[in-house]
């Protein structure tokens, strides 16, 4: 029989895979955002060196136990792939957009969305932090989409450069994110973060920062025992030390969106800043239309960042009385078209 003939269709192989299983990074100035199961546990070394300890981690009947790889534990500061592949892929879903577990990034919009240098040191580092990722094991009984398992799992199954420069330095990168965190995406378990998160120098302020941002929520404040904080943290560091580098992050107050306290009791205090009270939350309402028409004049950038911070703009303005909200936001998006 020839290939023309037949049954229509039965030429071709059945499509075994109709839901796309990889994803493009091309969202640009996608907003910071962070998984809440690894910014509530410590699940990162602190260390600013290899870390090869086995952690475990036990709190109100969450366990982790972390395993290191020949290469050490994966640190704060390789969380930021995570971080960059997260908010990717939620600008995309929050845009409507199919996405996988399978990401394709380009390795310079990663480092410059996370503050990085992009010197050819960078790069290796970069390399580096994959090789973390992908050999730190993780065996855990947290919940992420309402689904509690105890299971192993790396914090990205895999990783491979698809493309290099004429220098051999990385340019394209495929990643594959562990199921565990992938159904913490698809079930929409993620915070926004701020995007000074990337300008903190040291892995216990990242720490720290997470976990206020994670407790406190929409409370103005909250506030944490000294010890509690300390097992939260995964801070190796004895209490004494610890508690002196808490008083040195008071001391320079700066920590994204949160005011630092410290009170009787060997107590701390995490106050939101008034900043990020007033985030214009009572704008009125944009339009699906409008909407899709910054879609149109910025393409690849996330229009619901840009809605924040118009409402941001807003409120910030005095929140002036509005004839069309669309237009206001509509005139916004266009300025920083222009930039």
């Not at 610890?242 to 994204?256: E, G, N, Q, T, V």
Request: glycine letters at 8%; a positive charge; charged letters at 30%.
């Amino acid at each position: 029989m020839g290939a023309g003939t037949g049954e229509p269709g039965r030429e071709l192989l059945p499509e075994r895979h109709p839901q796309m299983d990889f994803f493009l990074c091309d969202v640009f100035d996608a907003i910071p955002k962070d998984d809440m199961a690894t910014m509530e546990h410590p699940v990162f070394s602190l260390a600013t060196r290899p870390d090869r300890r086995i952690l475990r981690y036990e709190h109100n009947g969450a366990q982790v136990e972390v395993t290191p790889s020949v290469k050490g534990l994966a640190t704060i500061h390789d969380k930021d792939i995570l971080i960059f592949c997260i908010s990717q892929l939620m600008a995309a879903i929050n845009a409507g957009r199919q996405v996988g577990r399978t990401l394709t990034l380009r390795a310079h919009d990663l480092l410059v969305a996370t503050n990085r240098e992009t010197s050819g040191d960078a790069y290796r580092r970069l390399r580096e932090a994959f090789e973390r990722l992908a050999g730190t094991r993780i065996t855990t009984n947290i919940a992420t989409g309402e689904t509690e398992t105890t299971t192993g799992f790396g914090l990205i199954e895999r990783w491979e450069i698809t493309r290099r420069s004429r220098g051999g330095r990385m340019m394209s990168v495929s990643v594959t994110l562990s199921e565990w965190l992938y159904r913490a995406v698809l079930a929409k378990s993620v915070l926004t973060l701020s995007r000074d998160y990337f300008r903190l120098r040291k892995p216990l302020e990242r720490r720290i920062y997470e976990l206020a941002r994670k407790h406190c929520g929409r409370q103005s404040s909250w506030r944490i025992s000294v010890e509690t904080l300390l097992k939260k943290s995964g801070s190796a560091s004895p209490r004494r030390v610890f508690r002196k580098m808490l008083r040195d992050m008071i001391a320079s107050d700066h920590l994204p969106d949160y005011h630092m306290a410290e009170e009787e009791g060997d107590m701390i205090r995490f106050t939101r800043r008034r900043k990020t009270e007033d985030a214009g939350t009572d704008a009125p309402p944009v339009s699906p239309a409008a909407l899709e028409e910054a879609r149109r004049l910025m393409p690849g950038v996330d229009i619901y960042a840009l809605e924040a911070e118009w409402r941001a703009f807003w409120a910030g303005s005095g929140r002036p009385r509005l004839r069309s909200a669309d237009g206001a936001f509509l005139g916004f998006v266009r300025v920083r078209a222009k930039r």
